[in-house]
């Protein structure tokens, strides 16, 4: 057996540790946030800058396996939200840009719709579904400017399940 496929193995919790675990990092993200020095990337251009460090198109619908499509269409809704969210956000020197600070808790009050969310091995529908997608997208731009990454968190297995893709 592949070492590497059994390490990426998802730990099975109980439903009170997951329930735990998330208000616990979730709390902590926020004291971070608050208590964390350095200025935090706020200011907003009207106007695109004059000079494009990179673009990228990624596709927005994939052919997964046993995926309903629905998902995949309130993935570009809620893709829509959250870069309406970062849309003209300017990174200064010296400023700090959070992906999930700038955008905020995706809810359905918000208008986040049901997208697949990667859980335990798996995936399953949840509110806001598919945001991990512009994530990676700016994680993968971000690469190829002078920007320093400082912080990433990424999902511990392959994240396109889709017909075509295979490990190598």
């Not at 809810?107 to 997208?115: E, F, M, Q």
């Not at 700016?138 to 320093?148: G, K, N």
């Amino acid at each position: 057996m592949n070492p590497v496929k059994t390490a990426m193995k998802p730990i099975r919790r109980s439903r009170l540790r997951l329930f735990a675990g998330k208000r616990y990092f979730t709390w902590k993200r926020y004291l971070q946030w608050l208590t964390r020095p350095g200025k935090k990337a706020k200011v907003r251009m009207a106007n695109p800058l004059d000079y494009k460090a990179v673009s990228h198109a990624t596709p927005l619908l994939r052919s997964l396996r046993n995926v309903d499509m629905q998902l995949q269409y309130n993935k570009i809704t809620n893709l829509r939200l959250a870069a309406g969210k970062l849309d003209g956000l300017l990174i200064r020197p010296g400023e700090t840009f959070s992906y999930w600070r700038s955008i905020g808790k995706p809810t359905r009050r918000k208008g986040y719709l049901d997208g697949m969310v990667l859980y335990s091995g798996g995936f399953r529908s949840g509110t806001g579904g598919g945001l991990c997608q512009l994530s990676n997208l700016i994680y993968w731009m971000t690469l190829h400017t002078p920007l320093t990454v400082t912080e990433r968190h990424r999902h511990s297995y392959d994240v396109f399940p889709d017909e075509r893709h295979y490990h190598r």
